[in-house]
């Protein structure tokens, strides 16, 4: 009886792998499998790269893609415990422009395509609170297409429309932003996320938008936009801009003349940002009556006194006048003279007034902030480097008329002003000399197009080496023995079988194994060549 441990295998399972057929068979099935193992191994070594398709996606998007991978016959796998999704390196773009076409990924916002399938029978409740979500993914969307944010939730709190004026609210968003690692929003980028988020909503004002940041960062808050001068970032930023602009028109016209890294220049700008408006109304001289203009003229004339005496006509009036005589005169005689009637008295009043305009002027004038009151520019200009006659390089300082035509240059780039306070300060000096930055080559084994092209090379190299082990020291000698005959035994060796062995070789079917043993070990006391000539061909056999 066989131990608890032990295997118990047939008789005829024995007999059968001890013939020549059975040895064929189990050599062509171990010839076989040694095969199936080279055509793993090629196999593994064909297996193309994977690169990342998609990366932090959501489970949503995860899902749709995957679908549409199995779709297209691409093969896909996962890495970074499922948070990329990877596929054929040479099949990356082509899956990316399909992806796109069918809209995925998403992002994890819905927008308006929910109201694509809307269901019959929907409440108004629930088509508001779809329209609603559709906004809210959309407006994130919007936000999220920003360079510095990286996801952007949306919340709207829209109350319900009503008849009575006392009664109606206003809308109020909030918005949670998650942005990159190392990046900021300024306030301009704020106010415009504000902007964008009051004009996509009916009736929402600026002031309800409430903007937070993935550190609990109230990033809309009005109250703390002026600093400790009274100035607001944008003005801040305004006067940065303004003496950037001034020290680079500078630097722009000198370094055509010293050389782009000979000359370094700063300028400081005093603003006024105040408002102020004014209200002037001046009157100016008189001017000659030629050159004014009448506004309105009056003349007036009276006369006063008779021209005639004054009574009651008598017959004397009434008569025709005589015919009209010439006096005779007489030379030497004087003649005497006629009666003059006495003239008339009368008085005459003439007045005459002219009204000119007056020359007033009304003017109103509003300044608004933001001018500059004071520049000040300071300049320093290098050394100018010459070679002398031993080719050795000497720094030599610029002449004067050199500093006076740059000086000169620079109050016409900054726009230099006097009566306005402007300062200006250019210096010659040499600059301190920086010992250039030496960076290393990369040693050939280090570089990146190296290592990949040496894990290819191991790869091949190991595939082959394996390929070539299996292949000469399992499937050739497996072949080897497959095509070769059994060998015949020799004829003495034959006699000595069937004379002392013959009995052995019928053992295992006939008698038991305490029989078997005891005839093998007298077998091998008497004749012990017999026996040493049946191990070897056991032995040749099953090489």
Partial sequence: MAGAGEMVVPANVMDFTRTAGGRKIMLMLGAAAVIAVMAAV??????????????????????????????MNIPYKYAEGGGALLVPADRVHDARLKLAAQGLPKGGNVGFELMENQKLGASQFLEQVNFQRAMEGELARSIESLSAVQAARVHLAMPKDSIFVSEQKQPTASVLLNLHPGRVLDAQQVSAIV???????????????????????????TTRTASANGMDPSQIKYVQD????????????????????????????????????????????????????????QTSESQN????????????????????TAPITVPGQKTPAAAVPAAPTTNTHK????????????????????????????????????????????MKPLSPAEITQIT?????????????????????????????????????????????????????????VALLLLYLRMLKP??????EAPALPAPGHDAHLHHGGGDMMALPGQRNYQENLARAQKLANEDPRVVANIVKTWVGSHE
């Fill in 408 to 464: 000169n240059l620079v109050k016409e780039a900054m726009g230099y002003n006097q009566e306005r306070g402007d300062t200006l300060n250019v210096v010659n000096s040499s600059f301190a000399s920086q010992p250039a930055e030496i960076i290393p080559d990369v040693p050939l084994w280090k570089q990146p197009q190296t290592l990949d092209l040496a894990m290819q090379t191991g790869k091949y190299l190991l595939m082959a």
């Fill in 305 to 324: 006194g008779s021209a005639s005496p004054s009574g009651v006509p008598g017959a004397l009036t009434n008569q025709p006048p005589a015919p009209a």
């Fill in 42 to 71: 090629w196999l593994w070594g064909q297996q193309p790269a994977y690169r990342v398709l998609f990366a932090n996606f959501s489970d949503r998007d995860g899902g749709a893609i995957v679908a549409e991978l199995e779709k």
């Fill in 195 to 221: 902007h964008l988020v009051a004009s996509s909503v009916p009736e929402l004002s600026p002031k309800n938008v409430t903007i937070v940041d993935q550190n609990g960062n109230l990033l809309s808050d």
């Fill in 351 to 394: 007045d005459s007034t002219v009204n000119y305009e007056v020359d007033k002027t009304i003017q109103y004038v509003q300044k608004a902030g933001g001018g500059l009151k004071r520049l000040s520019v300071a300049v320093v200009v290098n050394y100018r480097k010459t070679v002398d006659k031993a080719g050795k390089v000497v």
């Fill in 242 to 297: 303004y003496q950037q602009n001034v020290a680079k028109r500078i630097e722009s016209i000198i370094s055509p003349i010293v050389g782009a890294e000979n000359v370094r220049a700063e300028a400081t700008a005093d603003m006024d940002f105040s408002r102020s408006e004014q209200a002037v109304e001046s009157y100016k001289p008189n001017q000659t009556p030629d050159a004014m203009a009448i506004r309105s003229q």
């Fill in 478 to 483: 497996m072949l080897k023995k497959i095509s």
